[in-house]
């Protein structure tokens, strides 16, 4: 309201008072106040208002019409207003929302998981999680961060974010996946060197596992044929069931659910790691403070 300042919000609330006992001195009695000061507040709104509020109607006040307009727009407000307050109170002490985004493969067990964990261990603080996958793409779900769209997200590192702290939080070993027909399908085990015969199924460009298979092919003689590049884990794995080619992922839960043929690969060094980041600099309620704690005390990788 124009030209009124913060001390009025008490004027407002002793207004509210009146009007609903309209009587001075059950209203002061109400607000544990002196009846001259309730009077003073009330002289000092009409003023900065420039109407009425009340006129006297034997020994009790009753509300002007404007008076009845401006009660109901104002406990409207007020209610509002505690609602906030109250909301950010109970932030400020640990409740609240904590908005995450994650990859599509650490939605099924990995992250759901901490999260449970996490609220079975602050069970005294309302917390409660919105989950989202974004694009299901490592670079989309980082952006959406910045953007602050998401308090924290789970996925892989992309480099040179100097804004953004990547922690990194779980692994996976990497697997050779072929048709359950496959001349491969036999083995139990074999060397990078004898999956270049066959074509291949890779991720595309923009996921966090393509810079990890280029490190890999790379120290060999020969690259394999690429059929096909696709983003996610899920429809690498559909396709390879399907006998559209083999291909290099990391060991997820899905892989156990489909008719594939899983095949550990033989002297391999890299594995696959994914990451809790959030913006370094930025301020997160105690609720998210509680939960990048839990997770880094919680998921200490060994050798990183």
Known sequence: MKGMGFMNLQHLRYF??????????????????????????IATLEQELG????????????LTKSGRQFYEDISHILVTLDT???????????AGYID????????????????RNFLENNAENNIIFDFHNDSGMSRDIINGLRDKKYDLVFCSKIDKQNDITFYPFAEQDLVLIVPEDHPLAKKT??????????????FSKRSGMRPILDQLFDSLDKRPHVQYEVEEDETIAGLVSQGFGIAVMPKISILDTIKVK?????????????YMAYLTDAYHTPAVNSFIQYVKTNCQLPNI
């Open 51 to 62: 109407v009425s509020l009340f006129e006297k109607e034997g020994r009790n006040v009753i």
């Open 262 to 274: 899983i095949i550990n690969l033989k002297n391999l060094r890299y594995r696959r790691l994914y």
């Open 16 to 41: 509210t008072v009146l009007a609903q006992f309209e009587h001075y001195t059950l209203a002061a009695k109400q607000l544990h106040i002196t009846q001259p000061t309730l009077s003073h507040a």
């Open 100 to 115: 995450v985004a994650l990859l599509r493969t650490l939605s099924h067990q990995i992250v759901p998981n901490l999260a």
């Open 189 to 202: 085990s074999v060397d990078l060197n004898a999956t270049l015969d066959y074509p291949q199924i890779w």
């Open 84 to 94: 906030s307050l109250s909301k950010m109170q109970a932030v400020g002490k640990g």
